[in-house]
T-cell receptor
């Protein structure tokens, strides 16, 4: 069975500083990988996803993530954080062999706080 | 614009009552999902559907049921609400195909007293 670990429950960074959120997955083959963001009281919005090809994926709002097969990781990065980036971030993994749709397994999330 | 809506947004109910949470999408997606979100657990899959008349159990399906009579709606029913079902519930939908993006609704916050 697939699983996702987000080792950091809570991270605080200063506005303008760089950010890296960690995500490790467990899956027997190359998975589909996703990062979602959830603002307070809102649903989840897709930031970016990895299917195949280039292991560095660009997303919305200036985020990027790098798939590293050897480390089973898919860390999310942003070079300069804005106060509006304060939210909860979820990494998710989807299997490639599940028929018509990929069920997602989510990590427990990382809450990002941005100080001014 | 296409969207996915959930109602009610907030609900308080009593233990033992039957509760139905609505999910409606205008994306014309075949796939629909229900998740619950709890602190320390992230999102966990309750039920999902790949099309009309199709429903499947997810990771935490005990005490919940769904039915799919049309493409747009996947209502979630708590047969006899329990305090352990106090949670935030999210509905999502996606197009057919492995790895398609799931689009999420705004959530329903349910409190079972």
């Amino acid at each position: 069975a697939q699983s996702v670990t987000q080792p950091d429950i809570h991270i605080t960074v200063s506005e303008g500083a760089s950010l890296e959120l960690r995500c490790n997955y467990s899956y027997g083959a190359t998975p589909y990988l996703f990062w979602y963001v959830q603002s307070p009281g809102q649903g989840l919005q897709l930031l970016l996803k990895y299917f195949s090809g280039d292991t560095l994926v660009q997303g919305i709002k200036g985020f990027e993530a790098e798939f590293k097969r050897s480390q089973s990781s898919f860390n999310l990065r942003k070079p300069s954080v804005h106060w509006s980036d304060a939210a909860e971030y979820f990494c998710a993994v989807g299997a490639r062999n599940t028929g018509t749709a990929s069920k997602l397994t989510f990590g427990t999330g990382t809450r990002l706080q941005v100080t001014l | 614009d296409a969207e996915i809506t959930q109602s009610p947004r907030h609900k308080i109910t009593e233990t033992g009552r039957q509760v139905t949470l609505a999910c409606h999408q205008t994306w014309n997606h075949n796939n629909m999902f229900w998740y619950r979100q709890d602190l320390g657990h992230g999102l966990r899959l309750i039920h999902y559907s790949y099309g009309v008349q199709d429903t499947n159990k997810g990771e935490v399906s005990d005490g919940y049921s769904v039915s799919r009579s049309n493409t747009e709606d996947l209502p979630l029913t708590l047969e006899s609400a329990a305090s352990s079902q106090t949670s935030v519930y999210f509905c999502a939908s996606s197009a057919t195909g492995v790895g398609e993006t799931q689009y999420f609704g705004p959530g329903t916050r349910l409190l079972v007293l």
